[in-house]
């Protein structure tokens, strides 16, 4: 995928606003939505880029957006870090068997807003890349059991695999 169609996905699922803010990119792989997401992100703000292999990721992306990359594996790790304004997870929630456990899990690092973007192919039929596929009316099934009352499509784009369109969630926890 390329940084523009990264952006194009995600774009209505990230507050607009000046205020810098803090965000965690869980399963970020070679990176290319933690650019997108810098790219939408005011100047000053952090991305904590997460996964179980090593990247190099810039140090700074977007309007001057920094970047930490942590290498962990974000199903088991407990992190440093604490109010969040937003986890994304791009085509990282299909590897999770119990994505129910997860998502309670890395709830506790954000802030009282409780922002999730969550990237996926629109199937529930599984793969050798995709173990654990999850459609978006399942995505909407399984936020709602954890209280959240607002989960948007904001962004879909066809696959070119073929096996269900690729959808951009916007999922928030109103208090």
């Known amino acids: 995928m390329k940084q523009q169609e990264a952006i194009d996905l995600i774009r209505k699922g990230i507050p607009k606003n000046a205020i810098p803010q803090l965000w965690a990119d869980v399963g970020c792989g070679s990176g290319t939505f933690t650019g997108a997401l810098a790219h939408l992100l005011p100047k000053g703000s952090h991305v904590y880029a997460i996964d ?32 969040l304004d937003g986890i994304l997870m791009a085509n990282a929630l299909h590897y999770i068997k119990n994505k129910q456990l997860l998502i309670d899990r890395l709830a506790k690092y954000l802030s009282a807003d409780k922002k999730f973007i969550i ?46 369109n690729l959808y951009a969630a916007a999922i928030e926890k109103t208090i």
């Open 52 to 83: 179980s292999m090593e990247h190099y990721l810039p140090r700074s992306l977007g309007d001057t957006v920094s970047v930490s990359f942590v290498k962990a594996d974000f199903e088991q790790a407990n992190f440093n870090f604490s109010n």
């Open 119 to 164: 990237i996926e192919y629109d199937t529930e039929i599984s793969n050798q890349w995709v173990p654990y596929p999850i459609s978006f009316v399942s995505l909407k099934d399984l936020f709602s059991l954890s209280g959240y009352s607002k989960i948007n499509k904001v962004g879909e784009q066809r696959s070119i695999f073929a096996k269900g």
